[in-house]
Antibody, heavy 122, light 109 residues
């Protein structure tokens, strides 16, 4: 069974760093791109970026380029989303998702994690 | 890179059909057949309904169908059911990235 299990909710202060994770199981991790999607409270979905775990090829939305870093560790089948300095505007639920095999569209996700809520407050 | 434009809300009665539009530009929706649609119930992760404009993943009801004309893609739900009440998002290929629509809240009256 394919599963993407994300790390738990985080509460951080402005300026702090953070790295959240997405642990995959039930399939060959290196064969599928993993993407990250932001959903701010009460708002819509935003495509942030995507990584190919096999070779770490990474693409970012222009809106998120330079604001976050996406990485992956294929030895433990995990993908990561990290911030070097959080802001209050980073408060959101962050989803990881698997791009399905054979798709040319970086937004075609067939399996999703449960989401990680990030709260930033002084 | 701006979000695709969707109506904020649509509504329909059980058994009826509704259509949700998704308008982009010639740089995204209008330039290829890579448009997908998602359904999201409150507090849940999105679910893929349609990919490549009109294809349904295995297990998705054939009550959901997609189409595209020019810079506008559309999602049609036929035979509305109460469980269809949710938020719906389109998503288009945009070069090396992707862009979502702003989302449409479907209310089943």
């Amino acid at each position: 069974e394919v599963q993407l299990v994300q790390s738990g909710a985080e509460v951080k202060k402005p300026g702090e760093s953070l790295k959240i994770s997405c642990k995959a199981s039930g399939y060959n991790f290196t064969n599928y791109w993993i993407g990250w999607v932001r959903q701010m409270p009460g708002k819509g979905l935003e495509w942030m970026g995507i990584i190919s775990p096999g070779d770490s090829d990474t693409r970012y939305s222009p809106s998120f380029q330079g604001q976050v870093t996406i990485s992956a560790d294929k030895t433990i089948s995990a993908a990561y989303l990290q911030w070097s300095s959080l802001k209050a505007s980073d408060i959101a639920n962050y989803y990881c998702a698997r791009r399905f095999l054979g798709s040319y569209h970086p937004g075609d996700f067939d399996y999703w994690g449960q989401g990680t809520l990030v709260t930033v407050s002084s | 890179q701006s979000a695709l434009t969707q109506p904020a809300s649509v509504s329909g009665s059980p058994g009826q059909s509704i259509t949700i539009s998704c308008t982009g530009t010639s740089s995204d929706v209008g330039s290829h057949k890579l448009v997908s649609w998602y359904q999201q119930h409150p507090g849940k992760a999105p679910k893929l309904l349609i990919y490549e404009v009109s294809k349904r993943p295995s297990g998705v009801s054939n009550r959901f169908s997609g189409s595209k004309s020019g810079n506008t893609a559309s999602l049609t739900l036929s035979g509305l059911q109460t469980e269809d009440e949710a938020d719906y998002y389109c998503c288009s290929y945009a070069g090396t990235s992707a862009v979502f629509g702003g989302g449409t809240k479907l209310t089943v009256l």
